[in-house]
């Protein structure tokens, strides 16, 4: 590299660091006019108009004719930017070329790793990351990514030494202590619980860890049926991690209410024709309530294919509302603006997006929770969509959103009155649902499942329009993987351990059980619910 390149890259990268877009974007055009066909110039003018929110500007800096089409790094670029604009298909193939062209660098490992997994393909990917660990033996993000990939594969083994190398490593590493636990039902001969108290006790200092370590904690307790430590050190990780987070819990359940005020039964019929697809099954509610479970019951049936929680329909509306405010800023869905979309269109680019992960399937089954926000966008995009919504006992729905980690998601979680009042808004706003839906959305409960499985398995697949196969009763023995918090239960035939769990931590959910009274949705007697069955 000449050291003028060498200059206006390192210019370059000070621009994106400070936020100056345009002159990055002008950097960028001079390195393309000076230096065609460098890899890292075409990497650095890709960067600059992802920055500036020009994703597809971004990638025609790797697509065009001088990139240089047989350099990885510039490969694994172009695929992580064609997976974020849902052209799957392209991703993968970017990244598979990439294999033949891949050098000895972490980072291109984990990337096309990790791209192949966003396409659920966690087997393929894990065929790579253990090439990159004999490559690079002490790194522990490989590690762990080879650990994360075993996990949901269910090579619980595997998992268990790759976390085992990595802790030896950097033993203080959240994401392993709190995989580790997860793995497998701890036992009083088999546990973790001394080691996680000891090493917290000797690195309180980090948020990361203490949530991390506290929820590995809680779970082990709860394994060893020890409640009460199992819910101190619940509330410790979770209070630790709501102090992280920049969360309005009233914003969130005014934004709520603004829908169900404005899409109305009558808003219902102004909004014209949807596309007409086949095909579509989405699972919604509260996580934790049995939406994997379904899903995998589902995914049992020769006809039914899984494309994961996938945020594409959420995504494609806001981006639709976007261009209908042509670029004006929004910081969440204008309701208005989102009233007035071509419907058709939005199903029709769902469906699109969807079917690249569903291939050729006749049903195939999106099981992203909080879909239950945006019910009637969906019947009105995808007329033909089938609905199919969990519920489960309001007191067992909170404990369970409680004691689970979530990444990046579920920000209401973490505080049990948020928790509380998120789950009572839910509530009401799928009361919304049915009454402007009516016969539209199939209630499943997750204790009725749990008690007489075959009939519930026979009611969703008539929902549905699928025949019966005895296959779908055997969901546990599916060798596809999971890519959930439920990876482990779901391999395991239905059990009702978990109906009224929140009865052995019945002491720190006091204010939980008032607000949902005060909602309306618990019996006052004794905490019971009024939960359908």
């Known amino acids: 590299m000449t050291q003028a390149l060498h200059d206006l890259l390192e210019t370059g990268a000070k621009l994106l660091r400070e936020g100056s877009l345009a002159e990055a974007q002008s950097c960028g055009e001079t390195l393309l006019r000076q230096y065609p066909g460098n890899p890292l110039v075409h990497l650095f003018a890709a960067d600059a108009a992802d920055a500036r929110g020009d994703r597809k500007a971004a990638i025609s800096h790797l697509e065009s004719p001088l990139a240089p089409h047989t ?65 690079f ?28 190398a990595l802790l030896r490593n950097e033993p203080f590493n959240p994401g392993a202590l709190h995989l580790r636990s ?99 099954i989405f699972i919604v509610g509260m996580p934790r309530t049995g939406t994997t479970l379904v899903e995998r019951i589902l995914t049992s049936h020769s006809q039914v294919r899984a494309v994961g929680e996938l945020t594409d329909f959420p995504l494609l509306l806001t981006e639709m509302v976007q261009e209908k405010l042509a670029g004006a800023p929004a910081s969440e869905l204008d309701i208005d603006a989102s009233l007035r979309l071509d419907f058709h269109e939005l199903g029709r680019r769902y469906t699109e997006s969807a079917r690249q992960l569903a291939g050729n399937a006749p049903y195939f089954v999106d099981k992203l929770p909080y879909n239950f926000l945006y019910c009637g966008y969906i019947l009105a995009a995808l007329p033909n969509a089938k609905i199919i919504h969990l519920r489960r006992d309001p007191l067992d729905t909170c404990y369970a959103v409680y004691k689970t980690r979530f990444f990046n998601a579920y920000s209401y979680s973490y505080d049990l009155e948020e ?49 019966w196969e005895e296959s779908v009763l055997a969901f546990h023995e599916q060798d596809t993987p999971s890519m ?48 359908i069955s």
């Not at 819910?231 to 934004?255: K, V, W």
């Not at 239960?489 to 607000?515: H, N, T």
Request: proline letters at 4%.
């Open 71 to 135: 350099n990885a790094a510039v490969l694994l670029r172009k695929a992580q930017l064609l997976f974020a604009d849902r052209r799957r298909e392209d991703a993968r193939a970017a990244a598979l070329a990439a294999t033949k062209h891949l050098e000895p660098d972490p980072w291109q490992y984990r990337t096309l790793a990790r791209v192949l997994s966003d396409c659920l393909d966690p087997g393929s990917a894990r065929v790579w990351l253990a090439r990159a660990h004999t490559m």
């Open 137 to 164: 033996p002490r790194y522990t993000p490989i590690l762990a990514d080879l650990a994360t990939a075993e996990f949901h594969l269910n090579r619980i083994d595997e998992a268990e030494q790759h976390l085992a």
């Open 419 to 467: 928790l509380a009042d998120y789950y009572a808004g839910y509530r009401a706003h799928m009361d919304h649902w049915h009454a402007v839906l009516p016969g539209r959305i199939l209630d499943v409960a997750y204790e009725a499942l749990v008690r007489d499985q075959q009939s519930q398995t026979r009611r969703i697949l008539e929902w549905c329009g699928l025949p």
């Open 182 to 280: 997860a793995l497998r039902t701890q036992t009083p001969e088999r546990n973790h619980v001394r080691d996680l108290e000891q090493r917290l006790a000797r690195a309180p200092h980090r948020v990361d860890f203490v949530v991390a370590c506290c929820f590995a904690l809680a779970k082990e307790y709860e394994d060893l049926q020890q409640y009460d430590k199992s819910f101190s050190a619940l509330y410790r990780g979770a209070s630790a991690n709501r102090s992280t987070l920049q969360y309005d819990s009233q914003s969130e359940l005014a934004a709520l209410e603004t829908i169900r005020t404005k899409f109305t039964q009558k808003t219902l019929t102004s909004l014209g024709p949807g596309f007409e697809a086949a095909g579509p």
């Open 484 to 531: 959930t918090a439920s990876a482990m239960q779901v391999r395991k035939p239905i059990y009702a351990d978990s109906i009224g769990a929140w009865r052995r931590v019945d002491f720190g959910l006091g204010e939980v059980r008032d607000r949902l009274l005060r909602a309306g949705l618990l019996e006052p007697s004794d905490g019971s619910s009024n939960e």
